[in-house]
């Protein structure tokens, strides 16, 4: 029996079905529906306050949906409390990168250790991916680089050996050279068997990297598809809120 103890047929990794957020009285995801397949990078686009964050910290578990439905590896997990989604293989890097900055690099990569999974990542298999952060294990976080913090935030994801790795506005507030160097991990990491649901506000980065794009506005799903199926003009409108014809979502299923 799984940790949620209710099971149903699914074939993708993730399944997030007609759900629905509220902060207080505001709704902030409206009915969304996507899937997420093995070994998949979902881009999740959209203009500040579309729903995107609170849409990844609902299946992170740290947000309690209105309604609908989110079905990993085949078991709902609704109700099921945020370290047994970890433990399942679910993790997140925050917006803002929610380091503990009084702790050393290293430290905070064994918090991130502390409910891992089986898989191929600890700590020494990070110092291989990011090889500077072996040299500077014990330095304090507070003191490293925006770019760095960002490196240890997705750093101490990993090591719990996610197969779902969620990250959040991961180019936020970095230069251009610092978000080129980070995305350049982000193959390694697919490699590795590890699907990931991506929040970007760099929509041009965002079709570099993704194998699907779905689209928000106002918590309302205005686009989705392959980003080489989807033309600039369409992008632009689903992104800013006058939506034609040609951008009528695909199905989810």
């Known amino acids: 029996m799984s940790d949620s103890g209710a099971t149903s047929p699914s ?143 997705i750093a101490r994801a990993l090591v719990a050996n996610p197969k779902v790795l969620m990250v959040d506005e991961v180019s936020l507030g970095l230069a251009p050279i610092v978000i080129e160097r980070i995305y350049e991990f982000l193959p390694t990491i697919v490699a590795q068997g590890i699907s990931v649901l991506l929040v970007e506000q760099d929509v041009g980065q965002a079709l570099a990297v993704a194998t699907r794009v779905h689209c928000l506005l106002e918590g309302k799903t205005s686009l989705t598809g392959a980003p080489d199926q989807l033309s600039a003009d369409a992008i632009e409108s689903a992104y800013f809120g006058t939506i034609h014809s040609s951008t009528t979502p695909e199905s989810s299923t």
């Open 11 to 153: 074939r993708h990794l993730l399944d997030v079905a007609n759900l629905t957020i509220h902060h207080g009285q505001l709704r902030a995801v409206d009915d969304i529906s996507f899937t997420l397949e093995r070994g998949e990078v979902l881009a999740i686009i959209g203009a500040n306050g579309a729903g995107k964050s609170t849409l990844l910290r609902t299946i992170a578990g740290l947000h309690t949906q209105t309604s609908g439905t989110i079905t990993y590896e085949g078991d709902e997990i609704s109700k099921l409390r945020t370290f047994r989604r970890v433990r399942r293989g679910i993790s997140l890097v925050p917006e803002g990168r929610r380091l503990f900055p009084s702790l050393t690099l290293e430290e905070n990569l064994q918090v991130g250790a502390q409910k891992a999974a089986d898989g191929p990542f600890n700590i020494a298999a990070v110092y291989e991916l990011f090889a500077w952060m072996r040299e500077r294990r014990r330095q304090k976080v507070g003191q490293l680089s925006g770019g760095e913090q960002q490196g240890v935030a």
